[in-house]
T-cell receptor
Framework: DQQVKQNSPSLSVQEGRISILNCDYTNSMFDYFLWYKKYPAEGPTFLISISSIKDKNEDGRFTVFLNKSAKHLSLHIVPSQPGDSAVYFCAARKPYGQNFVFGPGTRLSVLP | KAGVTQTPRYLIKTRGQQVTLSCSPISGHRSVSWYQQTPGQGLQFLFEYFSETQRNKGNFPGRFSGRQFSNSRSEMNVSTLELGDSALYLC????????????FGPGTRLTVT
């Protein structure tokens, strides 16, 4: 039973355009969401997070949107750069210090 | 500040054997979590240790076990290896057990033949 879903295994975007990565979750108890980026042969690196009390968080070129009623969050990257090519994982945390649940990841390719 | 280190980086074992993986967290971090990454499955949570105590455990069989030492270094052990155990095993450390931010090591690639 996958509680965090990333239904697009891969996404290709032209350099300079917007990349939109989507994530859906089933458990309404999740209170914190994160995005991680992973390059080959490296561990995931934290990118951006959002609390369930907010609907938007922005950090430079990265913006995460949270729609609690739809149980959906998305990561926007504007403008996309070739160095953004990586696998992006969405993760959600249950309250009271429980573990994170990760989605299967979306491979983003930014084409020059 | 040094990052999370994992040893070994690559490992090849045969079915039935056992394996021990090691993780050294960032200095000062007390929580260590272990994840298994396989294609299409994302990161599956194995367990979390905080101050030498297992706090959380994922849905993995008892063949998967771990421990944490007083210096916060952690080891993960898999006994009676199966072909399906082939995966990238990632360790993540965080300052506090309820921290929202985890720092990952590069992982140990385990191949079971």
């Amino acid at each position: 039973d996958q509680q965090v879903k990333q239904n697009s295994p891969s996404l290709s975007v032209q350099e300079g355009r917007i990349s939109i990565l989507n994530c859906d979750y089933t458990n309404s108890m999740f209170d914190y969401f994160l995005w991680y980026k992973k390059y080959p042969a490296e561990g995931p690196t934290f990118l951006i997070s959002i609390s369930s009390i907010k609907d938007k968080n922005e950090d430079g070129r990265f913006t995460v949107f949270l729609n609690k009623s739809a149980k959906h969050l998305s990561l926007h990257i504007v403008p996309s750069q070739p160095g953004d090519s990586a696998v992006y994982f969405c993760a959600a945390r249950k309250p009271y210090g429980q573990n994170f649940v990760f989605g299967p990841g979306t491979r983003l390719s930014v084409l020059p | 500040k040094a990052g999370v280190t994992q040893t070994p980086r690559y490992l090849i074992k045969t079915r039935g054997q056992q394996v021990t993986l090691s993780c050294s967290p960032i200095s000062g971090h007390r929580s260590v979590s272990w994840y298994q990454q396989t294609p299409g499955q994302g990161l599956q949570f194995l367990f979390e240790y905080f101050s030498e105590t297992q706090r959380n455990k994922g849905n993995f069989p008892g063949r998967f076990s771990g421990r944490q030492f007083s210096n916060s270094r952690s080891e993960m052990n898999v006994s009676t290896l199966e072909l399906g155990d082939s995966a990238l095993y990632l360790c993540a450390s965080s300052l506090l057990t309820s921290s929202y931010e985890q720092y990952f090591g590069p992982g140990t690639r385990l191949t079971v033949t």
